[in-house]
């Protein structure tokens, strides 16, 4: 039993466009499309594609007759007496009946389970998209934050030879610890580079690989700020996971192929009907003659000691076994659209609270600078706003990637969409 709806209202899923086009980004759409033939994990989903269709075909070929043809020749020579040659010639036909539908319920059994690896296709490529606009944003995230201790770094040193000039003037209300400490603040900012700089490394590499590409010196650049999406969200109902989740679409039609599985091992209890014939030419010292015979033959178990039973009892059990994991899958892949939901809700609520803590802190900061100016404090004050400023302003641009994070699981979570032209590999 699923839900009618999900928490929040979303609206239909427009499967004409890929899911990376919600944040409207060219940058990450030429990344993302650039993947999808380069990626190896891709290459290697397609290669099963590729064995499962070819051992559907296999299957497949076992329902139609089978010709096979034979020749030969010979010479035969007894003492006193001329040689004799022969020539003969064969074409052997057999065929299956299968009155009770083994091989075809085999063959829609490989059928359905090449409808599975495709989706499990799909579901690579699905990950595939949303790791590269994960990796993408992550690298953003540093580019960012390097810009921004750029421009912190730039007005505390700025803030740092103003009270360093005003020192060295003898100012009164300027003493050499507010000049140690701007410069311990100062030292404080410049501390925070090397780690995004090692970030965006890393995950420049990352998305080398995912590109197909080896780990080297390359850098990749991304757009100049983070991307806005559409309020509105594309999700449809929690029913609707069942097709547009390929993760759901491989199980469901595994089931399938399971089903027809147990048919082709009942259909195995029962007689199989072959029937063959043959015709061809020889050719003595006599003149040619043309040769042809038919023949129809029944074959079934007659002690099997309970082998084929187990076979079915076995087969059954896996259905269970796969039903189980689909209706699992189905409750989880509800619960990740439901989580991400609230997610987004209360990231998008931290985000407005963060970015009303940084107005408060920008005009903390002004007044304590004048009232530090005016002799009103000591520099204790100014460095606490500056330090807090600083703080809540790298905070909201780790917390602004977050949210696009989270919009990505979002729309991992509903299955894409992911658009037909990228559905085939």
Known sequence: NSPATFSFPVTSVDPSTPWWGDFGDPILAQYIESSIPANFSLRAAFARIKQARALAKRVGAERDYELSGSASSGVSKVEGENSNRRYDAALDVSWDVDLFGRLESAYQSEVFETKATEEDYRATLLLLTGEVADTYFQLMEQYLTLELLQEQLEASQEILRRIELRFGQGQEEVNIV??????????????????????????????????????????????????????????????????QRPDLRACANRLVSIDYAIGEAIADQYPRFVLSADAGIAKTLNPTAL??????????????????????????????????????????????VEN??????????????????????????????????????????????????????????????????????????????????????
Do not use: C
């Open 178 to 243: 507010d000049v140690l400490q701007q410069r311990s603040q100062v030292a404080s900012v410049q501390a925070q580079f090397p780690l995004p700089k090692a970030n965006a490394k890393v995950l420049s590499n990352r998305l080398s690989v995912l590109l197909g590409q080896p780990p080297t010196s390359a850098t990749y650049e991304t757009g100049a700020n983070f991307p806005a999406f559409s309020e509105e969200f594309q999700g449809g109902v929690p029913s609707d996971l069942l097709m």
């Open 291 to 336: 040769f042809a015979s038919a023949l129809a033959e029944a074959v079934g178990p007659i002690i099997d000691k309970g082998r084929r039973q187990a076979e079915i009892e076995r087969r059954r059990a896996l259905f269970e076994e796969e039903l189980a994991d689909f209706s699992e899958l189905f409750l989880t892949s509800i619960e990740e």
């Open 340 to 425: 991400a939901l609230w997610r987004q809700i209360h990231q998008e609520q931290l985000i407005a609270a963060l970015e009303n803590e940084r107005v408060t802190r920008v005009k903390l900061l002004n007044e304590s600078r004048i009232r530090y100016a005016q002799g009103g404090s000591d520099y204790l004050p100014v460095l606490a706003a500056l330090q807090s400023l600083q703080d809540v302003e790298r905070e909201l641009i780790s917390r602004r990637r977050e949210l696009l994070s989270i919009r990505v699981f979002l729309h991992l979570a509903l299955g894409g969409p992911l658009s037909h032209a990228n559905l085939t590999p």
